[in-house]
């Protein structure tokens, strides 16, 4: 069962002639996510072969441009290309007005159902849920309104070991009660404790998304333990007095980040134009943290 | 003195994995004008090495998204980058609220004057003009309010041939005369032809844009004697009906018009994503207009 990311665009603010905007797509368990869209993302979902009509759920970070002027020509496409199904966008508010502006004016009406759920930037929010995976949202420090969201597997009904039935003649009505986690007590009275009956829950995997943001140990309430977690980095720690400046992160902050969120893997992103060499940023991160890895075009993460 | 065009895009509506949306950068003796801004725009300029802050005239034939959707990002870039430069943008009306609520939205302030000027879809009409160009604008036929735009060099002043001020020993008073358009009457009372004392003109070189449009003789008027001609062909005849319904043009149009318009050369883009060999579209001009060309990403049209 998949939990894969795709890197579709990596870089800040303005693209550079090898790195597009912000974008990314999450595939958990065949449930494709879109995540920011930065200008070019149509293209890049081409390129990589992503089919973008899977993608049922795109969710928009932030209203800088480098996190979503890709977004009117992905959704004109996906209407030129005859989509019908539901397309659930979930976004600060106003981008449903930039959205219905330029749809008005072009005279276009979309073939399919367009579901706008604004953001709520005060606190953690379930943004969607099915029997399988959650995502939820919660808070960035950035200068203007901003999510990360997190992506999660939910715990699987549980099921009984079929050998644990036969053996102590498990009823139909015990069984019940074993799968809402009860202990079984046997004939003879002897108590069987509920773990021993029960499968092994597999390790429900998590992803966090952390863009943009100024480095804050806030969040680690919401993103710790992740299996993988993306923190933008996009500076080196020389120049700290300007990611603060314009609430952004440092590499080696993200690194130091990542440890204390005790998150199994890093990936970094969103780095300035500044640095046509990424090896900088890095050997930054990594110092902190040893599983760091750079956000690059096509580039996947798979948890196992 | 240069007048080359550059192909940045010539698909129409949706890209394909190597076909952008339409732009293009004309360059009248140093004067850089880009033309539509599809999606991508800002990353094409940067592959074909044509710097963008050299930009300072954009002209948006109309507000489907294949034309405008890379509009913003390349403002934001164009401000990130340091641009204090006056950029004129010449579009229709409703493209100056879609820009203005995205910057509100995004907070930015753009560092350079942005001048907007609104397109008037009645008839030609001037936009741009200084001592060396012209820029109009003429209607199109097409879906929504369109226009096409009509690149000229002016005439430049009258200057007398060297030779002949020793030969006729021209005083500066005649001399002012003879720029005006006047003969020379010698002291003897000889006339001189104008003709015979200033140099040639060079011819004036001229470029039309249409896209999108269809197929329409009305527009002869603006576009005869061009030296290039751009004609959107976004079918093949067998589909004529296809380009009635949406207002567009099939390649072998396109040559017909090219031949009534008495251009010197045609160039065919804004080609329909079905077809992923061109040389059919090509070949179906060629067939009426022999000097034909595709428009391909990258590729220049260089008018001596």
Redesign the interface.
Do not use: W
């Given at each position: 069962m998949k939990f894969e990311l795709t890197i579709l665009g990596a870089s800040s603010?303005?693209?550079?002639?090898n790195r597009?905007?912000t974008a990314q797509v999450l595939n958990v368990l065949e449930r494709f996510f879109l995540i920011d869209c930065g200008?070019?993302t149509?293209?890049q979902l081409?390129?990589f072969k992503i089919k973008f009509q899977r993608i049922n759920h795109i969710f928009i970070s932030h209203?800088?441009?480098?996190h979503y002027?890709?977004l009117?020509?992905l959704l004109?496409?996906m209407h030129?290309?005859g989509r019908q199904t539901e397309l659930h966008l979930y976004a600060?508010a106003?981008?449903k007005?930039?959205i219905d502006?330029?749809l008005k004016?072009?005279?276009?009406y979309l073939n399919y159902p367009l579901i706008f759920h604004p953001l709520n930037f005060d606190s953690k929010n379930l943004l969607f849920e099915d029997d399988l995976v959650k995502v939820s949202s919660f808070p960035l420090y950035h200068?203007?309104a901003t999510c990360g969201f997190l992506f999660e597997e939910k715990p699987k009904a549980k099921s009984i070991i079929k050998e644990k039935i036969k053996e102590y003649q498990i009823s139909v009505a015990d069984i019940h009660k074993i799968r809402e986690g009860h202990d079984l007590i046997t004939k003879e009275g002897k108590i069987i404790p509920n773990r021993e009956l029960i499968q092994p829950e597999p390790r429900l995997r998590k992803y966090a998304y952390c863009s943009d943001t100024r480095y804050n140990e806030n969040l680690l309430d919401y993103v710790s333990d992740v299996d993988l977690l993306y923190h933008e980095a996009t500076f080196l720690h020389e120049l700290i007095d300007r990611a603060e400046a314009t609430f952004h992160t440092t590499a080696k902050e993200a690194g130091i980040f990542a440890t204390k969120a005790n998150a199994k893997q890093l990936i970094i992103g969103h780095f300035s134009a500044r640095y046509p060499d990424l090896s900088l940023l890095l050997n930054e991160a990594t110092a902190q943290f040893t599983n760091t890895h750079l956000a690059q075009e096509g580039q996947t993460f798979l948890i196992e």
């Amino acid at each position: 069962m998949k939990f894969e990311l795709t890197i579709l665009g990596a870089s800040s603010a303005t693209p550079t002639s090898n790195r597009n905007p912000t974008a990314q797509v999450l595939n958990v368990l065949e449930r494709f996510f879109l995540i920011d869209c930065g200008e070019g993302t149509q293209m890049q979902l081409r390129k990589f072969k992503i089919k973008f009509q899977r993608i049922n759920h795109i969710f928009i970070s932030h209203l800088h441009g480098d996190h979503y002027f890709g977004l009117m020509g992905l959704l004109s496409s996906m209407h030129l290309l005859g989509r019908q199904t539901e397309l659930h966008l979930y976004a600060p508010a106003p981008l449903k007005d930039i959205i219905d502006m330029q749809l008005k004016f072009s005279e276009t009406y979309l073939n399919y159902p367009l579901i706008f759920h604004p953001l709520n930037f005060d606190s953690k929010n379930l943004l969607f849920e099915d029997d399988l995976v959650k995502v939820s949202s919660f808070p960035l420090y950035h200068r203007i309104a901003t999510c990360g969201f997190l992506f999660e597997e939910k715990p699987k009904a549980k099921s009984i070991i079929k050998e644990k039935i036969k053996e102590y003649q498990i009823s139909v009505a015990d069984i019940h009660k074993i799968r809402e986690g009860h202990d079984l007590i046997t004939k003879e009275g002897k108590i069987i404790p509920n773990r021993e009956l029960i499968q092994p829950e597999p390790r429900l995997r998590k992803y966090a998304y952390c863009s943009d943001t100024r480095y804050n140990e806030n969040l680690l309430d919401y993103v710790s333990d992740v299996d993988l977690l993306y923190h933008e980095a996009t500076f080196l720690h020389e120049l700290i007095d300007r990611a603060e400046a314009t609430f952004h992160t440092t590499a080696k902050e993200a690194g130091i980040f990542a440890t204390k969120a005790n998150a199994k893997q890093l990936i970094i992103g969103h780095f300035s134009a500044r640095y046509p060499d990424l090896s900088l940023l890095l050997n930054e991160a990594t110092a902190q943290f040893t599983n760091t890895h750079l956000a690059q075009e096509g580039q996947t993460f798979l948890i196992e």
